[in-house]
């Protein structure tokens, strides 16, 4: 199994507050994601990196900012939760190689905002 | 864009054989992939399709054709443990993103 850990794996929280979600990879993949996983969406994509500091937006990026300043941690920060961003957010990573390329998941972490 | 739609859920018996549809709509293509998630977990990778045809992995197949924007995942003596739910994926955005389709949940019966 790829290398990579989220935490915190659940959290609850109340609307307004900022909260953090991390992505910790050993595998040394050049790209990470972040997506969100909604009953009747599918998987979503929030924000991807291909590279430190190198980040870009995804389909459904309002509400939600990124930061890697290293290669092993993406950061997903709700600068201030609601209750629409109650979700499960995985975290991917790939190693950037087109179209044949396999993305790899983490566990997730499930998220409630009250 | 690109939009990739699915059956929400099929049943099937322990032992048969199951089809998954994806018909997909997309601005540039290169192929379509699958991913297995069960209840709880994370999405793993099961197939890619780059070409038209079938590609065989032991019991699950996947068939792509591009003429129809269409492809499916098969997948034969179905096991109680292959409940969960698939999704079909496209690369867009050079090939290093994915955009999933909404997912098919699979029940498998005794």
């Known amino acids: 199994d790829a290398g990579i850990t989220q935490s915190p794996r659940h959290k609850v929280t109340e609307t307004g507050t900022p909260v953090t979600l991390r992505c910790h990879q050993t595998e040394n993949h050049r790209y990470m994601y972040w997506y969100r996983q909604d009953p009747g969406h599918g998987l979503r994509l929030i924000h991807y990196?291909?590279?430190?500091?190198?980040?870009d937006k995804g389909e459904v990026s309002d509400g939600y900012s990124v930061s890697r300043s290293k290669t092993e941690d993406f950061l997903l920060t709700l600068e201030s939760a609601t209750s629409s961003q109650t979700s499960v957010y995985f975290c991917?990573?790939?190693?950037?190689?087109?179209?044949?390329?396999?993305?790899?998941f983490g566990p997730g972490t499930r998220l409630t905002v009250l | 864009g690109q939009s990739l739609e699915q059956p929400s859920e099929v049943t099937a018996v322990e032992g048969a054989i199951v089809q998954i549809n994806c018909t997909y709509q997309t601005s540039g293509f290169y192929g379509l992939s699958w991913y297995q998630q069960h209840d709880g977990g994370a999405p793993t990778f099961l197939s890619y399709?780059?070409?038209?045809g079938l590609e065989e992995t032991g019991r699950f197949s996947s068939f792509l054709s591009r003429s129809d924007s269409y492809g499916y995942l098969l997948l034969q003596e179905l096991q109680m443990k292959d409940s969960a739910s698939y999704f079909c994926a496209a690369p867009t955005g050079g090939g290093n993103k994915l955009t999933f389709g909404t997912g098919t949940q699979l029940k498998v019966e005794l």
């Open positions: 399709n780059a070409l038209d």
């Open positions: 990196s291909y590279g430190v500091k190198d980040t």
């Open positions: 991917a990573i790939s190693e950037g190689l087109g179209g044949t390329d396999t993305q790899y």
